[in-house]
Structure formats: C-alpha cells, structure tokens
C-alpha cells in the first residue's frame, strides 16, 4: 500500500491534517515530517525528519510526499538524496494542495491504487472547490451523462445525509465500492463520476435529497449495486 507523508514547516499544522485524515477510516499509512526540534523557532522544516518518514511510511509500494512551502521542497529533495537508493526511486513528491491532496491521497491509498494513481488524486483535489466557486472557469466540470448504453444495471438513491457526500461519507463509498471488478459509473442529474475516484465523486457536489443512480455492468454488479444501497441506507456510514 502507498505510504503517504506530509512535509509542513508547522507541527500543530500537520498534526490537525493528521486529525482530519484520520475521520476518512482509510489504512493508509500517513507520516509527518513537521516543525523543527528548536523550542525558540519551532517552524521550520528537516531534511532528516523528512528521510525517516519516508522509510516509516515505505513498505515496498512507494510513498507520495506533500509539502506547504518552498523550503519544504528542498528539504524532501535532500531527504531523497540521503535516501538509499533502490527506497528513493520509489518516492514521488507531489505538488498537489495540502490539506486537499493529502485527503485525496489517503483515500486512493486505502483503495490500493498504485502510486501514479494515488499521485493523479492528490493533484486533481482542487477540482471540486474550483468547479463549485461561481467565478471559477473550470464550473460544471464533471463528466457529462453519456447516452444510455446496453448491459447497464442501476440503482437509485436519495441521499439523507444531512451535509450531503462530504468527505467522510464519500471516502466510505469510494473505498465500499473498490474491490468489485464491474465497470461503475455514477449519476447525478445530467453529471456523471467516476464512484472510485473521491476527487470526481466530489464535483457531483452531492447535497442532502439529492437523487443519485449507480451504473453497473459486469460479473459482480448486482453485488455492487447492492452495496451501494446499503450504504445509503446507513448513510454511508456518517
């Protein structure tokens, strides 16, 4: 499973993204690499600190690292020539947004997606809060419904979430829905989302009464479709 680690200048800063990933339930292994050991100047950023979160978060899949600020950057570069080198060339650091790339990361991670996958997650994070912003030109960017196709099998929900799919929820759909092998495809009104990918299931912006319909085709998709009914039933566990 990827490994995930948050280079960030502030440990109190880190410490509440841990927090915060931590309510998605996702077993993704998640490091911080935060503050500097100087109770007088406590911010800053260490290359060292930087290389044993990464051997930490490492178990031979690799491990995606994301940074605040730019000396951040040039301590996880140090840190990955301090690496041996078979664990460097395994590590990918990532410009995608903090707090919102880790989220995503976590998430993809958890699934067991590879690291280009879990990489393309971070960095798509900011999508959803461009996409709902009125000024932001990338507005209604999720993917359009496509015409009805043959084989589709289909669920309809109504979602009772009182603050809709937020990321809590999403992350529990996404992560439910990952082990079946059917091709899945998510509606909501005239949009369409990827349900495996929490970035795209985000541009739905999924509110409470929202009508929601699974697409499903494949071996196992009446087992999807069926969990896909019962996690709406629990709410998707929020």
């Given at each position: 499973m990827i490994g995930i680690?948050?280079?960030?200048?502030?440990?109190?800063?880190?410490?509440?993204?841990?927090?915060?990933?931590?309510?998605?339930?996702?077993?993704?292994?998640?490091?911080?690499?935060?503050?500097?050991?100087?109770?007088d100047h406590p911010i800053g950023t260490d290359a060292i600190a930087v290389m044993s979160a990464i051997e930490e978060a490492d178990d031979g899949s690799g491990v995606l690292v994301?940074?605040?600020?730019?000396?951040?950057?040039?301590?996880?570069?140090?840190?990955?020539?301090?690496?041996?080198?078979?664990?460097?060339?395994?590590?990918?650091?990532?410009?995608?947004?903090?707090?919102?790339?880790?989220?995503?990361?976590?998430?993809?991670?958890?699934?067991g997606l590879s690291l280009d996958e879990v990489a393309t997650e971070a960095l798509g994070a900011l999508g959803p809060k461009q996409a709902m912003l009125p000024a932001s030109a990338l507005q209604d960017t999720a993917d359009p419904t496509p015409a009805a196709e043959q084989g589709w099998l289909r669920c309809e929900v109504v979602v009772e979430n009182a603050h809709g799919l937020h990321v809590r929820p999403a992350a529990r759909l996404v992560a439910s829905l990952k082990p079946f092998t059917a091709e899945l495809k998510l509606q909501k009104g005239e949009k369409e989302a990827n349900p495996r990918s929490l970035t795209r299931l985000a541009m739905l912006d999924v509110r409470q009464g929202d009508r929601l319909t699974l697409l499903a085709r494949g071996e196992d998709a009446e087992a999807a479709l069926a969990c896909f009914r019962q996690l709406a039933d629990e709410r998707f566990g929020d």
């Open positions: 680690v948050v280079v960030s200048h502030s440990a109190t800063l880190a410490a509440g993204l841990q927090e915060l990933a931590g309510q998605l339930g996702s077993p993704a292994r998640l490091r911080l690499a935060a503050g500097v050991n100087d109770p994301l940074m605040d600020l730019g000396s951040a950057l040039l301590s996880a570069e140090t840190a990955l020539e301090l690496l041996p080198p078979e664990l460097g060339a395994r590590v990918r650091l990532c410009p995608a947004p903090l707090v919102e790339g880790t989220l995503a990361a976590v998430v993809a991670a958890g699934s």
